[in-house]
């Protein structure tokens, strides 16, 4: 296998590494239409007003600025002539989050309809209009409310009106849990011959990304192909079920049995939940792309007979430049898996009966290829780790730094560190000829491993791998004037797909790259290797992966140098304030270890008893203040015995119009009624309560006969807790969405 010799080997890397960035470049969104833009097309600019609006302070449930986003957003549906609605009701967690806790809220859908001409159906366009307290949530989710705004005033102002119906629904409460969007489906008055677009956001920029769909997907992605963004592969759908730690609405509509289309962005995630998550960081182009997606998805499926959608397949599908969505029937990714294989068998033999290798060169050079990716894995994810401890208050956040290039192109470098060193070893102890059939073998394999577990999730690697095994095999039947030439042609898949799916993995964060960037790249970036064959340094090729991981450690230094916190980027902390009514004592609570700000109040010390069973979270504790806060309320509207059985009715009532209100248990009732909804399975310590009324709501539990222990407790968002004393935070300083004052308290007579 001889290829790639001398400058010609550099330059066709050159040439495949340059269709990697230039991939990784288009993939990203690039301009947008301004206000005056043609009434019948999307217009970024024109949804930017929206989000000025409802965008202008945080809108969480259970305030008066929720109220007011709540009542401009149904007048917008109205004066755009749609049937429109406001939808009152109790939603709660859809599934089960947490075993040892229930959550529910007070929710309010606003629901607009345009009529189709002939419905056989509708088509459902939704995003959450609530935010955190944290942030004014102009990206999360104010981009997706306007974007469907804007889409349906599109739809309005065509020529002719669509088939099915069209529905923008926004839902309320999804940061408590999706309350709205699990009080949409639990009231049942919703149209089943339906397709839910579901919007949302994790950052401020970056493509709009379709990362998840309701499986089986064939129908779906039929559809979503031709969209003018379709940015989307089956790797990602086939692995992101609905019980991954990110959460959107689309876990309650596919409990529902509704088909789903989950689009996001996560570019900039420092903005997420972040106080200056504000309009002026809204990415025009990224909701100019996601915009037009819409749209393009909402006539579509507006045209369609949405009684007839079933496809029972779950095919594979990737994205490739210039929104070309390739889809391809599982069973083709199971033969390339297998052809791949049989393709290096063939050129394993050929090498051993060239003399070029072994056979057991070529299984210790895979080994060494495969163990280089787990091996990168590990490197990426402590390089982070100990970033995190160079940096403590990165540790708080779940999302990246506001200056992520510099360690981004870290985690880049660090990869191509480990992958070069592995290749470097493989040489020593194989030869050159088993090291390069050791990457293509390596591929090979892993790309099977996949297919065996998850077809749709396989061609990532499989195409890339079955490509790389044809070029290579070439190289044996064409002369050797065109050997380098032909492998170049067939390391093409590898270069599309590694620029198509690296850059979005490593914006979806730091924390995450590990798992989604960083295999991509020591797998599919070895194939390109192929290439330096010959042309890789006999002697000193060594200081590749030296001088990468000098540069690893360049980049880690400068990206440390230039993120630093101030009053424009400020960093996240994480406080409570928590009262003890009975006894008329107080502490401040943290579920991080303290920073050089909390430290002046808080020590490292978890909290006691009672404070410890009421926030078992916290690892930080501080004496604090009493504050004149006023307590919750139960009022006990009955208490029966009955066969064994104890049945109490409650109603819970915050006097100071707190935001959330919990009950607390020792031992989890039989049964549980909260606000007129049954909770089946009572958990096993509390639930949560969203947006409770002025007048409370009503409770019914029943457990077994004899004494109850239950606390009562409600919580306001800390900045709005009117404490009279306590340390004021620095400007460079913000409380995440979980800081919160609370009032704690026995509820007597039980």
Not at 504 to 520: C, E, K, R
Not at 584 to 593: D, F, I, K, M
Not at 695 to 703: M, Q
Request: with cysteine.
């Amino acid at each position: 296998m001889r290829v790639g010799r001398g400058l010609s080997g550099f330059l066709a890397f050159a040439v495949l590494l340059a269709v990697v960035v230039a991939t990784a470049w288009q993939g990203q969104p690039h301009g947008y239409l301004g206000e005056s833009a043609a009434p019948e097309v999307f217009s970024a600019g024109r949804a930017l007003r929206t989000v000025e609006e409802i965008a202008r302070a945080p809108h969480p449930v259970g305030t008066a600025e929720h109220d007011r986003v709540r009542d401009h957003l149904a007048g917008e549906l109205r004066k755009l002539g749609l049937e429109t609605e406001i939808r009152e009701g109790v939603g709660r967690w859809p599934g089960d989050f947490k075993p040892d806790s229930a959550g529910l809220g007070r929710v309010a859908n606003i629901v607009g309809t345009l009529k189709g001409t002939n419905p056989t159906g509708t088509v459902y366009l939704v995003a959450h209009y609530d935010s955190v307290p944290s942030g004014p949530g102009a990206n999360d989710d104010g981009v997706a409310v306007a974007a469907i705004l804007e889409a349906v005033r599109a739809l309005r102002d065509s020529e002719n009106g669509l088939r099915n119906n069209v529905v923008a629904l926004f839902t309320d409460g999804e940061e408590p849990g999706l309350l709205g969007a699990e009080s949409f489906v639990a009231a049942g008055d919703y149209d089943r011959n339906a397709v839910v677009i579901n919007h949302d956001a994790r950052g401020a920029g970056g493509p709009a990304l379709l990362w998840r769909i309701t499986r089986p997907d064939g129908g779906l992605i039929g559809v979503a192909k031709d969209a003018p963004h379709p940015d989307t592969d089956s790797t990602t759908t086939a692995l992101a079920g609905a019980g991954v730690s990110s959460t959107t609405d689309f876990v309650a509509f596919d409990k529902a049995g509704l088909p789903v289309l989950d689009w996001a962005y996560a570019g900039r995630s420092a903005y997420y939940h972040n106080p200056k998550d504000e309009p002026g960081q809204v990415d025009l182009a990224t909701v100019q792309q996601l915009g037009e997606n819409t749209l393009a998805l909402a006539r579509d499926f507006g045209e369609r007979d949405l009684a007839d959608t079933s496809n029972r397949s779950n095919p594979a599908y990737f994205a490739l430049p210039f929104g070309v969505l390739v889809v391809v029937p599982a069973w083709v990714i199971i033969a390339l898996a297998v052809l791949s294989l049989l393709i290096v068998g063939w050129v394993i033999r050929q090498v051993r009966r060239n003399g070029e290798t072994t056979v057991k060169g070529v299984i210790g050079s895979t080994a060494v290829i495969l163990a280089g990716a787990l091996v990168a894995v590990g490197a990426t994810y402590g390089w982070w780790w100990l970033v995190q401890r160079i940096r403590p208050e990165y540790r708080a956040w779940p999302v990246d730094p506001y200056r992520p290039e510099f360690f981004q192109t870290a985690v880049l470098v660090l990869t191509v560190c480990v992958l070069t060193a592995g290749y470097a070893l493989a040489r020593r102890l194989f030869g050159p000829t088993g090291a390069a059939i050791g990457l293509v073998t390596g591929v090979s394999v892993a790309g099977a491993g996949v297919t065996a577990y998850s077809p749709a999730a396989a061609q990532i690697l499989v195409i890339p791998a079955t490509a790389a095994a044809i070029g290579v095999a070439s190289t044996f039947l064409v002369p050797d004037r065109w050997r380098l030439v032909t492998l170049t042609v067939f390391l093409l898949p590898a270069a599309l797909l590694l620029g198509g799916s690296t850059w979005p993995g490593l914006q979806a964060g730091l924390m995450t790259a590990p798992f989604t960037a960083v295999p991509l790249v020591a797998l599919l970036g070895g194939l390109l290797l192929l290439t330096l064959l010959r042309s890789w340094p006999q002697r000193r090729g060594w200081t590749i992966p030296a001088l990468a991981l000098v540069l690893t450690l360049v980049l880690t230094a400068v990206g440390l140098a230039v993120d630093r916190f101030d009053v424009e980027h400020p960093r996240v902390t994480q406080v409570a304030y928590a009262l003890d009514a009975d006894h008329h004592a107080a502490q401040w609570l943290s579920v991080l270890p303290p920073d050089d700000w909390t430290r002046t109040f808080l020590s490292g010390n978890a909290p006691g008893a009672p404070y410890s069973a009421l926030f078992p979270s916290s690892v930080s504790s501080g004496r604090a203040e009493v504050e004149n806060l006023s307590a919750p309320i139960a009022e006990i509207l009955s208490d029966t015995t009955a066969s064994g059985q104890r049945t109490i009715r409650l109603r819970l009532r915050s006097t100071r119009a707190a935001t959330r209100i919990d009950l607390n248990w020792q031992q989890a009732p039989n049964a549980l009624r909260v606000a007129g909804r049954e909770v089946t399975r009572p958990p096993h310590k509390n639930f949560h309560f969203a947006a409770p009324p002025a007048e409370g709501i009503e409770v019914e539990l029943v457990a077994p006969a004899g004494p109850l222990e239950l606390y009562l407790v409600d919580y306001t968002w800390l900045p709005d807790s009117k404490l009279s004393q306590g340390p004021a935070h620095p400007d460079d300083t913000y409380f995440r969405q979980d800081s919160a004052a609370a009032v704690f308290t026995k509820i007597p007579g039980l």
